[in-house]
């Protein structure tokens, strides 16, 4: 039904992320601050009353996969954090937010979330002084890579969603059910146990396939076709050969020789059954075995870099951004900070 508040709405439910509060009745310089130190560097500029704003309320928690938090500015407000380099959904609990997301626009109030994609420009002209959202960040990686298992290939772009996410249809209510599950183990105290930090793990990832399987996507349909075709022989001696030893210097003809084949009836196989060349399918896995490497620090970039068959760092760097959202000066910065 339009308009249904399908959270509890956030003015009757104090309690959501309660635990977590970071700001509350701040001045707005400081809220702003609190705000882009959680989510997105962005500009945040009032477009009503600057101060004071009683209203305002900030709480967040940063997990393995998502940062889930709560914001209401308690003035309307506009921003711009641009491209956000990750995969974003704001549920309105309540009040309305214009949303834009590339070309896409929509209003998101109860009933309708919005979900942005890491590399369009976001902007939200309009948040209401009277709307307050649950702001679900996902990891860019984490969820290409629960892509990658649902479809059974690798991934070798990002995914663009639609903007507008209808809550109140029944895939939109699975997927709520999934949140509240999640921010039910957040305010429960076992939270704090270790011992749930797995289960709270195996909770996110399902945030994710969820939401995946909901929201139309450019992979909607892979994600609800009948299953790949089992992958032949010949593709599979290849790829396994590449999972081995992706550093050594292949070439079309070396692989086509694994294959048993000829090159041009390898990268058709690779083709109909990878979603990508056999060269494209190295060079992801190269740079995977580079991403590994330098979260665990195990050397310089160009090191890490030439180790795993990247010659040509220029073009390497670029890829990897690509592939993860950052360069691989700032994984490496991250591990170190």
């Known amino acids: 039904m339009a308009g249904e508040t399908v959270l509890p709405d956030e003015p009757r439910a104090p309690g959501v992320l309660s635990g977590y509060e970071l700001c509350r009745g701040s001045r707005f310089d400081a809220f702003r601050d609190s705000l882009n130190g959680v989510f997105y560097p962005a500009r945040v500029e009032p477009t009503g009353p600057e101060n004071p704003v009683p209203e305002s309320r900030l709480s967040a928690a940063t997990l393995t ?7 209401r500015f308690g003035t309307e407000t506009a921003l711009d954090p641009g491209a956000l380099g990750a995969y974003h959904v704001n549920v309105a609990m309540s009040g309305s937010v214009e949303s834009r997301c590339g070309g896409q626009h929509v209003v998101a109030r109860p009933g309708v979330a919005a979900v942005f994609t890491p590399r ?12 307050g959202q649950l702001c679900i960040k996902i990891n860019r990686r984490s969820l290409e890579s629960e892509l990658e298992t649902m479809i059974g290939r690798p991934v070798s772009s990002w995914v663009r969603f639609s903007l507008g996410f209808d809550l109140t249809t029944p895939a939109g209510k699975s997927w709520l059910s999934v949140v509240r599950l999640l921010l039910s183990e957040l305010d429960s105290p076992q939270s704090l146990v270790r011992e749930s930090a797995a289960h709270r793990e195996r909770i996110e990832r399902m945030v994710i396939s969820s939401l995946l ?3 139309p996507s450019d992979f909607f349909d892979a994600l ?12 599979k001696r290849v790829v396994d ?17 694994v294959a048993g084949v000829g090159g041009r009836r390898l990268q058709q196989g690779f083709r109909e059954q990878m979603g990508m060349s056999p060269m494209a399918y190295l060079r992801l896995v190269r740079l995977e075995r580079v991403h590994d490497d330098l979260v665990a620090g195990e050397g310089s970039v160009t090191d890490v870099a030439l180790r795993w068959g990247f010659t040509h760092l220029g073009r390497f760097a670029s890829a990897y951004r690509d592939r993860f959202g950052e360069a691989p000066s700032e994984t490496l910065r991250t591990l170190r900070s």
């Open 224 to 235: 609800h076709a009948q299953g790949p075709p089992a992958r032949s022989r010949t593709v």
């Open 241 to 257: 050969a590449i999972d081995a030893a992706p550093e050594n210097q292949w070439e079309l003809h070396v692989m086509a020789q």
């Open 65 to 71: 996969h998502l940062t889930v938090g709560f914001v």
């Open 120 to 131: 369009e420009h976001t902007l939200l002209p309009r948040w209401g002084a009277d709307a």
């Open 213 to 215: 399987l909901a929201q």
